[in-house]
């Protein structure tokens, strides 16, 4: 057989599965074929097939004189997962030199739990150390819950010093009791390493003999004894543990110290007493522990009242003044959580006075982000700043505040400055409406910029906002669509794609198919490819293919979400593609693969996806759960609802995620009926924050009215406060819905507040009124914002008027926002004009 017919071989098989069953036999013999690349190429056709009967054909070759044939065999022989092939696999792994001896370990290691027998069957037979800890090594990467038995028979049985501290280490992540007495006398080795390893497994004995054991080793003379021990204590429900762990802090070793604060803060941060922790901590000379505390500080402004949360403001500033530059930067960064007046003031003094340009740039950053109208004055001094990335940042957050007062002081400097000065101005002019006698960026001309200028003056691109700009614009979509291939500034392109995407607009497909025929081959087009398969144009599918092709060649270069991605498209491209990816050395691509082709109904896929779950190992676990959601197989699903139960939250996360896409592939409504009690469980029983949320999240994409209270928890809680909380709410509505964000408007932190107030309008309920109106009495300029909008919306005629009175305030925002509410409220149309209103206002009164 020549080259070519092999190739041609290997091709077809891919494609015809009847031309797989009878070409196996013929294949098979060419494994022996004396040319280098057919039997390399008869091995890539022959794994394709999945055939078991090809496992003993392959196992001579791990010997084959040419490297590249070996490798490919023992490779191949890992991702068929056949057990036959473990022992040969075994021998290699302990006699072989070099990469041949590592990549059979490798595919024991996926071969996974069915290979778990026979290396335990080899540890205890071979006598000698080394292949001992080789084998050691391999069962404790697999990470079967299972071995945890031999970890503790070794540990006990075992002489040898180096299998014991394996054995320890081991214990420390999956532990059994019975390995506890020898584990307490080895606390009291000579070796440091075998006492710190024994203390780390103690960690999961909470016996009272475990403490008092514990407690003399916070003051071993070995430091990492020391930590060891501390890990251990530290959750432990004993009296006698948190006045010991007090006392570490005026440990000699700054390792161990920052160690305690850290166990201290984590279990202490979200309860009362954790406050004198935090400010305590922040006085530390070590940067690593005060940084932890300047992030405690941050989840306690939130859970602490006034008198508290004045204290913490203090201490930061207090530290702020006295930090270096790369502190005070971080901390600005943190700073953006609180509105507190002080905290505006001391960005304030920074964006002026401070020496560092990378500390005003951040500061008025932060200001804009903040988004209080005192800082328009000190921001419009900042666009004179003599850095000219301190000047970018006060352009970019006087336009992010969007306060019509700055319009008068970027219109001076308009045409000041280099290209990038003024395009800094313009930008930032575009989001304040402005686009009159400003020259437009290169590609555009002045009409054209007129009408699509607050494109790009907007943060979020959201479909509400931009179908009301094609209003007040009808040629926004035609003139964006003529200027996509013009738009030479950098990110200018990409804009107008999302734009055109965003909207959904007519001929949108055909501008961005025209724009990614114009920049092929110079970059970009990715972007544009990206934008198309948005609209589901399959002028996607050639690039598309391109791009994982090359991806798939380099090697940590993710392509398996563009893989799932063309799961829209049932083309024969694509089909030839999984086909040619389906043995991929990349487990990622592997599995992405497995899961689309499961999707199309591949029963050998799914099999191949569910074989992992019991391998231990991390990163292939990883990859066939994210397949196994994207298959919205109902078996899969099963199978990922018990995932839930594993011991590690890391795990626990993935199989949650999984389950959420697979539920949001497959809506069956019968599946869903049986599966969301469990889901409900799960979520009720779940102690992690993050995974609770996404199981939720699961059942309020099936609008189950059951994750309400869930919801409601997620989103009232100061430590995990996520606005998508709020998002998922909304759409349940009723008098629960409501009273929660009124309780967020009133302790959540300015996102939530924000978002809180945003939403309260929309819900349609009269009893938010008067949160909203103490929201516009007394909250940051932001939230009074969307307070001012929702009080609109609901008509209230009780915010008359605090309105009328609102309009007579300096900020433009709260005038503009008042005006429309007001308008919306009483049918009158006096637009800002606040002697107007007022002058109403007193006759309806009367």
Known sequence: ?????????????????????????????????????????????????RDPVIVPALIPLMKDKEVQVSNYAINALGNLRDVRAVPPLLTLMLTGEGDSALLASEALRHIGKPAVSHILEAYWQTKETAQRLKLFDLLKQMRVP???????????READIELRKAAAQALATMFDARAVPALLAATKDTDPELRQAAASALRHSRERTTTDTLLPLLHDPQGS????????????????VMPALMLILNDGDPQVRTRVYVLLLAIQQDKPTALEFFLQAIQENDSEIRRFAVWGLELQYRLSPPIDRRRIITALLNLLDNADTGMRREMIISLREYTDSQVIEALITLVQHDESPQVRASAAQNLG???????????????????????????????????????RALQAIKDVGDQQDRQRTASALARLGVTEGITPPRGFT?????????????????KEALTALQARQPKLTDTLKACLTRATETGFEQRIMQALVTMNAPGAADAIAAYYQHIRGKGGESFATE?????????????????????????????????????????????????ALRTSEDVYIRYAVAGVLARRGDADALAFLLQPLDSGDIETYHAATKALGHSGNSTALDALLRELAQVEPGLRGMAAEAVKQCLAVNLDAEMYARVAPLLLAAADKEKK??????????????????????????????????????YLLVPYGGEKVVDALIKVLAEGNQEMREEAASQLGGLGDARAVPALLRAVREDTTRVRVKAIRSLGQLKAADATEPLVAALSEPGTRIQDAAAEALQATTGQAFGV??????????KQRK
């Open 446 to 462: 002045k009409a054209e910029w007129a009408i699509i200028a607050p494109v790009f003056g907007r943060y979020e691109l959201d």
């Open 531 to 579: 934008m198309l398969l948005r609209l589901k144009d399959p002028r996607a599918i050639e690039p598309m293919i391109e791009e994982i092709r090359r991806r798939s060649l380099q090697p940590g270069s993710d392509a398996s979400g563009k893989i799932v991605d063309l799961l829209v498209f049932d083309d024969p491209r694509v089909t030839e593609l999984l086909e």
């Open 1 to 49: 057989m020549s080259v070519a017919i092999a190739i041609r071989v290997a091709l077809d098989m891919r494609q015809d599965t009847d031309l797989r069953r009878t070409a196996v036999q013929p294949l098979i013999g060419r494994l022996t074929d004396v040319n280098v690349h057919v039997r390399y190429l008869a091995i890539e056709a022959l794994v394709a097939t």
């Open 369 to 407: 982000r903040i988004g209080d109208d005192h800082a328009i004055e000190p921001l419009m001094r900042a666009i004179h700043d003599p850095v000219e990335w301190v000047r970018s940042e006060a352009k970019d957050a006087l336009g992010r505040i969007g306060d019509r007062r700055a319009i």
């Open 833 to 842: 004009n606040a002697k107007a209103w007022q002058a109403w206002w007193a």
């Open 146 to 156: 299972a071995l945890a038995a031999f970890y503790a028979d070794v540990f006990i």
């Open 689 to 726: 924050g993050s995974i609770r949320f996404s199981l939720l999240g699961a059942m309020a994409a099936q609008n189950d009215p059951r994750a309400v209270d869930g919801l409601i928890a997620v989103a009232q809680d100061a430590r995990y406060a996520t606005k998508k909380a709020i």
């Open 225 to 240: 004894v020391r930590i060891a021990a501390i890990n251990a204590l530290f959750e432990r429900d004993d009296d006698r």
